[in-house]
Nanobody
C-alpha cells in the first residue's frame, strides 16, 4: 500500500511563503511521477505541478511563484510556494502516477493520493 506523509501547510499572510513536503513510503521517487494538486471549497481539484526523473511542470497560474523539487536522498518532493495570494487557499494534495516517464497534471492520470494539507492565505 502506497502512502504519503504530507506536511508544511498552515496559515500565512498574503505575500508570504510556505514549503510543502511529500514523503512517499513504500516506493522510491524514481519509480513514479509525483504531482501536486489543490482543491478550494466548491471548486474542482486542479493540478498545479508535477515532477519525474526527467522534468518538472508548473501550471501557468503559479509559474514564477512556486517551485517543485525532489530530494532523492530523503525520498521527498517539495513544493516551495512564494508570493502567496488569497486565491491560493486550498487543500493541497500530493499524488503519484505509475508512469514515471510521463509528465502532466491531469488528476485522472494519478493512481495514489495523500491525505492533503490545508494552506490558508489570509491577513
Amino acid at each position: 500500500q502506497l502512502q504519503f506523509v504530507e506536511s508544511g501547510g498552515g496559515l500565512v499572510q498574503p505575500g508570504g511563503s510556505l514549503r510543502l513536503s511529500c514523503a512517499p513510503s513504500g516506493f522510491t521517487l524514481d519509480t513514479y511521477a509525483i504531482g501536486w494538486f489543490r482543491q478550494a471549497p466548491g471548486k474542482e481539484r486542479e493540478g498545479i505541478s508535477c515532477i519525474n526523473v526527467r522534468a518538472a511542470l508548473l501550471q501557468d497560474s503559479v509559474k514564477g511563484r512556486f517551485t517543485i523539487s525532489r530530494d532523492n536522498a530523503t525520498n521527498t518532493v517539495y513544493l516551495q510556494m512564494n508570493s502567496l495570494k488569497p486565491e491560493d487557499t486550498a487543500v493541497y494534495y500530493c499524488a503519484a502516477r505509475r508512469s514515471p516517464l510521463r509528465i502532466g497534471i491531469r488528476k485522472n492520470d494519478y493512481d495514489y493520493w495523500g491525505q492533503g494539507t490545508q494552506v490558508t492565505v489570509s491577513s
